[in-house]
């Protein structure tokens, strides 16, 4: 409870909580012009705002209650991204900050805020999602924990799905990965290489390193890393290739310190491969410190191609040849998908990726 005022500004002594209607009668204007002071103060003289919140910080009044402003339009102004990793992850890996940056150009627009729910497990993240206040959600790489999703379809908000399969019962944004990837592979086949190594995401999303999970990949529906896999084996069917000529590692929390490892044991393979298909530019990154260790030449023995084309692919040398996706456009498409939902059935967005061709891919060493 707070001590309430009177048409003055001075106290009148009585104990209650002090409300938006109070503050105008304060102030001597309307209760629109009280709220504009905090939520539109374009709508407002410098000079009268200036007026207005003196009063109210006299009041000791924060402010418009949000939930009683929710109440009231049918509106939070925020949306939700239930993110499928840690907070942390969120703002430390490359791609992760270009989806939000697109996302945050959305909302800044709409002049609303961001409520980011990482993953903390199901029950914990489900919790979260039923309580939160927010206007619609964006899923973002969630598609192994089915319980999250439907916890989101429950609260019948509009909502879109990044990296998921069409199957989701809301609208979705994602690339072709399949059709990426197949790309990728088939550049290095055109360059006279026949032996792969595959650094790829973790399949499951529980930090497993190792050899490449391909009974699990079978269960799974279309995923970035099922996707990107199959796409590399197109490739080779093509070419006449086998799977045997393509050997592939998992590699946990798309990290370039794990890839290195992983990578390190995939060169030390004989007969070696002339070639590493990385299914991000950070795993690609590892690829190129473990050639570095092996006292192997890129692309003289070995050629690297990542997938995203962060910032870091232009910038180690070689520049990595990559995958191009739009990662910003995901997040910004997907909040604009949030804020204007379309009327009717959900859309499924595809958006175009190209494959960038550096200095991390030459011909094979063995090519004839």
Known sequence: MVTSVGQDGQSDGSQRA????????????????ASNAFNRPDQLSPKLRARVLEIADKMGY????????????????????????SLTYGFTDPTSIAFLKGVASVCEK???????????????????????????????????LTAVNDAVAARQLPSVAVSAPETMPMSTIDIDDRSAAREAAAHLIGLGHR????????????GYDGPLRIDQMAKLECTPSVDRYRGYRDALAAAGLQDTDLQAFEV??????????AAFKLLSQRPRPTAILAMSDRLAVGALLAATDLGLDVPGDLSVVGFDDIPL??????????????????????ARLVFHPPKGRPRHLILPTELVVRDSTGLAPDAP
Request: net charge neutral; hydrophobic share 45%.
């Open 252 to 261: 946990s929390g798309n990290s370039e310190d794990q890839a290195r490892k």
């Open 195 to 206: 032996r792969f190594g595959v650094l790829a995401l973790d399949v499951l999303g529980d």
């Open 313 to 334: 692919a232009k910038a180690v040398t070689p520049a990595l040849t990559t995958v191009h996706q739009p990662l910003e456009e995901k997040g910004a498409a997907a």
């Open 62 to 85: 924060a402010g418009p209650n949000p939930m009683a402003r929710m109440l009231r339009t049918g509106r939070a102004g925020s949306i939700g991204v239930v993110f499928g990793k």
């Open 18 to 33: 002090v409300t938006l209607l109070d503050l105008a009668r304060a102030a001597g204007v309307s209760r629109t012009t």
């Open 110 to 144: 709409e002049g609303a805020s961001l409520l980011i729910l990482p993953e903390t497990g199901e029950a914990q993240v489900g919790n979260a999602i039923q309580g939160a206040a927010v206007d619609g959600f964006i899923v973002y790489c969630m598609h192994y």
